[in-house]
């Protein structure tokens, strides 16, 4: 039994039997993090670097604890205080790093198919853990991880992708994994943040109005307005869209039904998701956090396995 | 291909190692089974079952490990996880390991791993069906065993229990 990549660069590239299995041994994982050494050796002659091009914090502290959590060996990248930043190429900085004998390459990128280049070029397993617009996939899986945990299914689940579809790569991966394991989706938001041909492309339902989504959802993935990736004014003001799209209590109790609310971070507060939504009864935003270790596990040691 | 064990010889040593393990630990106060995921379980299952004909049911704890993630030949061949379930602390208890067939011993190695994860037991015994004798790698014998048997490198021991194999038996294969 095993994977059928080498690289997990995309969910796109996965099938349904990856996903599973990812997700199976995900949930044995998270049983070992509930015991009182929350450690196994299974990665312990494995180097594992996480190079990272783009801020973040859960991700990367997510990919490291999940690795320490494997006995892995780990060594971390970033670009502020690195010689890329002295203009060394992408290739050369990767090459340096694995004549070091480093094993698996984790990376964040801000430009989409970075790890997709890197995969032809360089033997060592790569994990993506973001690159530009294009995907996002352990968090695909981790989003994956925590509904079929809430609703013991994902077959038939309704879930409603809501906010910055255009610039962000936790919708497509999400879009791709759903669909595989056959949840239907809507995505909603603003027109000017959902691409214009998504229906024809993704074979998903778009809907302008939020609480429109809302009522047809059992799980709404609220998505980060993506303000860094955004060149041009795409609506008029933060006010504004969260007055229009943005979820707050009022919203939820008009809805009469009970429905799962879901985000990748870092939130927003208060523009696409209000506190006492994000903190309220029905999140289950620090789930997805806590799952997120477990699903970064499965990945690894899957991938780690040497001869594939 | 080799009979070892005929469903009613099996059933007789499920027998016998039940009444060995009764024996040792005589009201199995400060005892707990563990069967190895996923085969030692169907003998630990009929063990267990055993001795709860032998002493007060409900004074046998009884849990299940996988060891998948403690071997030492996870980057050669990729092995698909199982349950592990103890719902009960093994501290400085006498924790009884069961598991179908004793080879190598780099099961049982694994085993003890991950055992020690769950904390520090007062003494460790190894029960098996299957002794395959003088090919082990670690110092690792049995302390309750079914049967010895003397094998060679390319022949394969089978043990089949009724709930996976719909038969009830152990057979030598030469492969």
């Known amino acids: 039994m095993r994977l059928s990549t080498k690289h997990l660069l995309g969910i796109k590239h996965l099938n349904k039997e990856d996903i599973q299995l990812i997700l199976s041994t ?15 050796p299974s990665l312990r002659d494995v180097t594992i670097v996480n190079l990272f ?12 604890l999940a690795e320490r959590r494997l006995s892995a060996d780990t060594l971390n990248f970033t670009l502020s205080s690195s010689s890329a930043a002295k203009g060394e190429t992408l290739l050369d900085t990767v090459n340096n790093i694995l004549s070091m004998k480093v094993d698996m390459v984790v990376m964040r990128h801000s430009a989409s198919g970075a790890p997709h280049f890197l995969a032809k070029h360089i033997p060592a397993a790569i994990v993506n853990a973001g690159d ?3 995907e996002h996939p352990t968090q695909a899986l981790l989003d994956a991880f925590s509904m079929q945990e809430k609703f013991g299914h994902l077959e038939g689940l309704k879930v409603a992708i809501i906010g910055d579809i255009m610039h962000s790569r936790v919708a497509l991966s999400d879009i791709y994994l759903l669909k595989k394991m056959g949840a239907e989706i809507v995505v909603a938001g603003p027109p000017t943040l959902i691409p214009k041909y998504i229906t024809e492309a993704l074979n998903v339902r778009v809907e302008y109005n939020v609480k429109k989504a809302l009522q047809w959802c059992d799980v709404a993935n609220v998505l980060r307005i993506q303000l860094e990736r955004q060149n041009q004014p795409l609506f008029s003001s933060l006010r504004e869209y969260s007055l229009a799209y943005g979820i707050n209590r009022k919203l939820l109790e ?7 609310i879901m985000h990748p971070g870092p939130i927003n507060r208060g523009v696409e998701l209000d506190s006492d939504v994000a903190d309220g009864p029905f999140s289950i935003i620090l789930n997805q956090v806590e799952n997120g270790v477990a699903v970064r596990m499965a990945v690894l040691y899957l991938l780690a396995n040497r001869d594939n | 291909m080799k009979t070892i064990l005929s469903e009613k010889q099996l059933a007789l040593v499920v027998k016998r190692l039940s009444h060995q393990i009764h024996e040792n630990h005589l009201h199995l106060k400060d005892t707990v089974i563990i069967g190895i995921q996923p085969r030692g379980v169907n003998l630990s299952n009929r063990i267990v079952n055993e001795l709860k004909l032998l002493s007060a049911p409900d004074s046998i704890k009884y849990g299940k490990l996988d060891i998948t993630f403690y071997r030492d030949d996870v980057r050669n061949e990729l092995h698909v996880a199982n ?6 602390s093994i501290e400085n208890k006498n924790v009884i390991i069961i598991d179908d067939v004793l080879y190598k011993g780099r099961t049982i190695r694994a085993a003890l791993d991950a055992l020690l994860d769950f904390g520090r037991p007062a003494k460790v015994e190894l029960c098996v069906l299957i002794d395959r004798r003088f090919s082990r790698e670690f110092p690792i014998q049995g302390d309750y065993v079914g049967q010895s048997i003397d094998t060679i490198f390319s022949q394969k021991v089978k043990v089949c229990w009724k ?13």
């Open chain 1, 26 to 40: 995900a949930s044995n994982f998270k049983d070992v993090l509930q015991r009182p050494v929350k450690k196994v």
């Open chain 1, 53 to 64: 091009y783009e801020n973040s914090t859960r991700t990367r502290m997510s990919f490291e």
């Open chain 1, 132 to 134: 530009g617009i294009n």
């Open chain 1, 254 to 260: 008009s809805l009469g039904k009970e429905i799962t």
């Open chain 2, 83 to 88: 349950k592990t379930d103890i719902p009960f």
């Open chain 2, 163 to 175: 709930e996976k194999d719909s038969r009830e038996c152990v057979e030598l294969l030469d492969n």
